[in-house]
């Protein structure tokens, strides 16, 4: 049986790859080439420290994942990227308890960079972090 962690996030992952467009990953690395429709990374990242509750044993976590965004593109790069951050923030705003499994989740406003690419278009990427609130019977 999945941790109250895992459920958590793999709830986050299925309802970023219904999204129409982009490449979605989990915990890989960065692909050589980025689609036109441009790819999202869910990071697991890091469930920090919980407070915890002796009756009933609880543990209640805020966990910070994060969703790294790369649009590739000669013109309309801004443009592209807006849209699909935009997307990810109402795949999260839809749900916001993703159908029961969290108490809460909430993105963050992204952190972004442009790399430059030897011989290609231009990245903007940036990541997006994104808080989910959850309690757990287990620390692990």
């Known amino acids: 049986m999945p941790s109250t962690r895992e459920t958590v996030l793999a709830a986050l992952f299925s ?3 219904a999204m129409s467009g982009p490449l979605v990953l989990r915990n890989e690395a960065l692909p050589v080439r980025i689609p036109a429709g441009g790819v999202l990374i869910l990071r697991d990242g890091d469930p ?3 407070e915890v509750t002796l009756s009933p044993l609880r543990y209640f ?4 994942a994060e969703i790294d965004v790369l649009v590739q593109a000669d013109a309309g790069r801004d443009t592209a990227f807006d849209a699909l951050t935009a997307s990810v923030g109402a795949v999260i705003a839809a749900d916001r308890t993703l ?3 969290c ?3 909430e993105i963050q406003a992204p952190e972004t960079v442009e790399i430059a690419a030897e011989g290609n278009a231009p990245v ?3 990541v997006l972090p994104v ?3 959850y309690a757990a019977a287990s620390p692990v």
């Open 124 to 126: 903007k990427a940036a």
């Open 48 to 50: 920090g420290e919980p």
């Open 99 to 101: 159908g029961g499994l």
């Open 103 to 105: 108490d809460w989740i």
């Open 15 to 17: 309802r970023l790859l």
């Open 61 to 64: 976590y805020s966990h910070r």
């Open 131 to 133: 808080l989910i609130d």
